[in-house]
Structure formats: C-alpha cells, structure tokens
C-alpha cells in the first residue's frame, strides 16, 4: 500500500523557516517525480515546486528564491525547507508522487500539513 506522509507544518512568524517531510512508503521513491502542492482557505490548490528523477527542480514564481525543494533517495523522502514566509505562504502542503511519463498531480497524494504564518 501506497502512502506518503507529510510532517513539520506548524505556526511561524513572517520572516521564520520551516522545513516540511514526506515520506513516501510503497513506491520504488527514486522512479517518482515528487511535487509539493499547497491549498489556502477557499483557494484552489496550487503547485509550488517540483524535483525530478534526476534532482531537476522547478519553482513557482511566488516561492522562488525563498523554497528549496530536495530529496533524500536512501531515506524515501521528500523535503521543502521554506525561508522568509510570509502570511500568503499560509495554507495545507501536500505532497504528490508521480512518474515522470504522468501529470503533475497524477499518482499519489499525502494528507496535507497545516502551514500558519501569522505573528
């Protein structure tokens, strides 16, 4: 069975870090193009970021130059450390995990982790 498990959400003041998990179990990890999403209150989901079999990695215009995202093969897991938040970074991160051949946000998903930015 598939799973994918998002950890380190949590309430940060603009200006703060985090750095959100997933970690995938179920899957051949190394085959999969992993995604981070994320989902405001009464906003569509959107895509934040992506890294490739081959460690690629692509932003959205709003997050570039604060998220970087990265994986760890050996451990299964996916990471987005977030610096400079800001209170329109506020929102539910899920991950996603897709082979490279099907459409980001084809696949797998997580169960999402709370992102507060607020002081």
């Known amino acids: 069975q598939v799973q994918l498990v998002e950890s380190g959400g949590g309430l940060v003041q603009p200006g703060g870090s985090l750095r959100l998990s997933c970690a995938a179990s179920?899957?051949?990890?190394?085959?999969?193009?992993m995604d981070w999403y994320r989902q405001a209150p009464g906003k569509q989901r959107e895509w934040v970021a992506d890294?490739?079999?081959?460690?690629?990695?692509n932003y959205a215009d709003s997050v570039k130059g604060r998220f970087t995202i990265s994986r760890d093969n050996a451990k299964n897991t996916v990471y987005l450390q977030m610096n400079s938040l800001k209170p329109e970074d506020t929102a539910v991160y899920y991950c996603n995990a897709h082979r490279p051949f099907q459409h980001s946000g084809a696949g797998y998903w997580g169960q999402g982790t709370q992102v507060t930015v607020s002081s």
């Open positions: 890294i490739s079999t081959a460690r690629s990695t």
């Open positions: 179920g899957i051949i990890f190394s085959i999969y193009v």
